[in-house]
């Protein structure tokens, strides 16, 4: 996306380590979305339940019943039952593409027409139109998953630590691996931090266990095309790959792997349920932790534009349950991690690292912070080739 180069400037005041008070995390002072901040965050008035009426918009369609937006969806459906809202009070929008202006604009001002108060938007490329959006009609609650705008009123973005279930996922495969080639189809190039911070997780996950294992990186530029992945996925496996990862947002990468007798780690959802014969685990976010909370703060008044970012501590994410196609010992290895990242011991982007250059990137003794991680990083561990 050409509209990464905007996040060397803000991202140096962003800092996505914090969660909604509601939500029992923590909260900070953000930038808005040219960059400035004004201080502590004003609550937005509370919404009676009966009349909060709640918008989406999808990039995909979660009748697909896997992938990105049946995640996001799934947690919409777990809000909905907590909370105890009508199903007229949920407003979807399906199938917006993130890279069509007109597109999103109409979906977004279709929501506002329709009388929703809180509007969550799922996908990177809304971030400049909810932008828009969000300073023309302040009485709205808007929040963006990922992206680096926000304002200091109406308008948050949240995402989370997946770096961390990234990390144990490279743990699965790196123990898999027979051929000490491992594919990762990736949305974006390096530009992205969100899939970069991605790769190099998985891939300091691998190290942990296989040191001589590579971690082959295929980039779609599309976060969302049932061609391009499985194409991608089918090269990395013409390269000698036997185990396919991704950054994407359909199941096609595990398809190819399981057509090819390969295996694969999943995203988004559990992709065992579809692709059974080949998804080792996969790495999923809980949204509705965070639609929960989210709209039970407009409820009670406590909702504050301050962005949101936690983790697995939390219930965000994590992996499914490991299939029974994963190496012998892998369950105990993936367990040993997990509690040291609970506990605080194990920090994923701990030094000493090194870039697939040669540089020192993380010295001994140092580590990346959350801030940098999710605005900054554009490089590869030492681990990973481009393809």
Not at 121 to 131: D, F, Q, R
Not at 335 to 343: G, P, S
């Amino acid at each position: 996306m050409t509209k990464f180069k905007k996040i060397v400037a803000l991202v140096l005041a962003l800092v996505l380590v914090f969660a909604l008070a509601a939500c029992g995390g923590n909260t900070d002072t953000t930038p808005s979305g040219d960059g400035t901040s004004t201080g502590e965050k004003q609550p937005m008035p509370a919404i009676a339940k009966d009349d909060i009426k709640v918008g989406v918009l999808h990039i995909g369609d979660p009748a697909d019943g896997a992938g990105y937006s049946y995640a996001h969806d799934s947690g919409i459906v777990e809000m909905q039952k907590a909370i105890g809202l009508r199903d007229d009070q949920i407003i979807r929008k399906n199938n917006v593409a993130d890279d069509n202006d007109t597109a999103i604009e109409t979906a977004l001002n279709e929501l506002i027409e329709a009388g929703c108060n809180i509007i969550f938007a799922t996908s990177w490329g809304y971030m400049e139109k909810v932008n828009e959006a969000a300073t023309a009609h302040p009485e709205i609650i808007f929040s963006h998953c990922s992206g680096y705008m926000s304002n200091d009123t109406n308008f948050n973005n949240y995402f989370g630590q997946i770096y961390q279930a990234r990390y144990l996922a490279g743990i699965v495969a790196g123990l898999k691996t027979e051929s000490d080639k491992i594919g990762y189809v990736a949305a974006q190039d390096n530009n992205n931090p969100e899939v970069t911070g991605g790769i190099d997780a998985f891939a300091l996950g691998v190290k942990s266990v296989n040191p001589d294992a590579k971690i082959y990186v295929k980039v779609t530029n599309t976060w969302f095309d049932l061609q391009k992945e499985k194409a991608a996925a089918v090269a990395l496996l013409d390269e000698g790959c036997d185990v396919i990862a991704q950054h994407q947002d359909t199941t096609q990468p595990m398809v190819a792997a399981q057509e090819r007798g390969a295996y694969g780690i999943g995203y988004n959802s559990d992709m065992a349920v579809q692709v059974p014969d080949a998804v080792l685990t996969s790495v999923v976010w809980h949204w509705g932790v965070y639609y929960t909370a989210a709209v039970q703060a407009a409820i009670d008044g406590t909702w504050t534009a301050d962005n949101y970012f936690d983790g697995m501590k939390e219930g965000l994410l994590g992996l499914t349950d490991l299939t029974d196609l994963c190496a012998e010992g892998t369950k105990e290895k993936v367990d040993e991690a997990t509690q040291k990242i609970l506990n605080g011991e194990l920090q994923v982007f701990a030094g000493e690292i090194k870039d697939n250059e040669g540089n020192v990137r993380v010295k001994a003794g140092e580590s990346l912070d959350d801030a940098y991680i999710a605005g900054e990083i554009n490089w590869y561990v030492d681990n990973v080739v481009v393809k």
